[in-house]
């Protein structure tokens, strides 16, 4: 009786061993016929690659969360010191200037610009111009104002070595980055800056309303005032706020201690 049992269980387990063979296997033909293959592999890998993807998927919404909570619980405690502030860029730079030079007056700061025309990440990235002009003026904090000239890059990630050779010629000095006012869509230059700088580095232009020149690319004088505004009220946000308190208007025109770059120089 025992042996009836044991040859039982021997050609399940024989037949069930066939069937996983098959299942495993492409379509076996024999002769005239072919034995397709049962979809016991598809619904296990199936099965198994939608559970790792909803898993993949929740752990993406668990640290966003995570993300989220961290940046709202962070309170960075606003810098009431004096500093000497240093804004370089590309043609948006001077207009930027103007206004931010009335920030730093009427807030303690000293200010000093550079604007270098057709310039971007490239061009300062190549050279040591920033760390030199930190230098010469004695800067203990940096606005750069780069990438309006690269929203036409394709691939802006060519770009990013420049991106780092900036931000290691500030060093450990504090720093905003501009991003650019974008006309047009980008193909990924803001983002990148985004994620290059440290949390709380970048200002994103990109999507607010400029009133521009007629070139429909720079704004004008009175919508980049209204744009370092923003900044100045975004400040608080960011990674090292300092004192940007509203000018009052009895401030008048202040100079921006330009330094002026033609777009050969190099």
């Known amino acids: 009786m025992k042996s009836s049992y044991t040859g039982l269980w021997l050609l399940l387990a024989t037949a069930l061993a066939v069937i996983l063979v098959i299942s495993f296997s492409d379509d076996i033909t024999i002769g005239n016929y072919t034995v397709k293959k049962a979809p016991f592999q598809e619904t296990l890998l199936s099965d198994k690659a939608t559970e790792l993807k909803e898993k993949a998927v929740q752990d993406s919404v668990l640290q966003a969360n995570r993300d989220e909570a961290e940046r709202k619980q962070r309170k960075v405690n ?5 500093h000497s502030i240093l804004l370089i860029g590309d043609s948006m730079t001077l207009n930027i200037a103007l206004r931010m030079a009335q920030y730093a007056k009427a807030n303690g700061h000293i200010f000093h610009s550079v604007n270098w ?7 300062w990235g190549k050279s040591t111009h920033l760390a030199d002009y930190i230098k010469e003026f004695g800067a203990t904090y940096v606005f750069i104002s780069l990438g309006a000239n690269e929203l036409y890059i394709k691939q802006p990630k060519s770009h990013l070595k420049y991106i780092e050779s900036i931000l290691d010629q500030i060093g450990d000095l504090p720093y905003v980055w501009i991003g650019p006012p974008n006309w047009k869509e980008d193909f990924g230059i803001n983002d990148l800056l985004e994620a290059t700088c440290v949390p709380g580095g970048f200002f994103r232009s990109a999507g607010m309303e400029f ?4 070139d429909g690319i720079h704004p004008t004088r009175k919508a980049s005032a209204l744009w370092v505004d923003s900044i100045a009220r975004w400040m608080p946000k960011s990674s090292h706020p300092i004192l940007m308190n509203l000018p009052p208007d009895s401030i008048g025109e202040v100079s921006p201690n330009l330094k002026y770059m033609k777009a050969t120089d190099n």
Not at 117 to 123: A, L
Not at 211 to 214: I, L, N, S
């Open 211 to 214: 009133e521009r020149k007629k």
């Open 78 to 82: 606003v810098d009431s010191t004096s």
């Open 117 to 123: 025309d057709s310039s971007g990440t490239v061009k």
